[in-house]
């Protein structure tokens, strides 16, 4: 199973950016290159959401529309990292932010990194 871990999280004020990255275990590559790459987050008291995910070639990627235009997702195949680039930074955008990975043989969770906006 590949290992995935999360990082770039930290305490932001409203309007300000965060970059979060997400490394994978997977020595080869083979796996990654094949697999769907995703951002969820989970607000305290709520449900983890769908943030953004991304293909395997980088073409199409899919975003919540509370994040649309604020977030960009993207993947080095070469690196095999997953990046969410977050812009405007809202409150609400408070979480624990995992990275997911999705191929044939399963799917894989990090640990979570943490995304805190003051007002």
């Known amino acids: 199973q590949v290992q995935l871990v999360e990082s770039g999280g930290g305490l932001v004020q409203a309007g300000g950016s965060l970059r979060l990255s997400c490394a994978t275990s997977d020595a080869s590559g083979r796996i990654f290159s094949i697999a769907t790459m995703g951002w969820y987050r989970q607000a305290p008291g709520k449900e983890r959401e769908l943030v953004a995910n991304?293909?395997?070639?980088?073409?199409?990627?899919n975003y919540a529309d509370s994040v649309k235009g604020r977030f960009t997702i993207s993947r080095d195949n070469a690196k095999k990292m997953v990046y969410l680039e977050m812009n405007s930074l809202k409150p609400e955008d408070t979480a624990l932010y995992y990275c997911n990975l999705q191929s044939p043989w399963g799917g894989s969770w990090g640990q979570g990194t943490q995304v805190t906006v003051a007002p």
């Open positions: 991304i293909i395997s070639t980088g073409v199409r990627k």
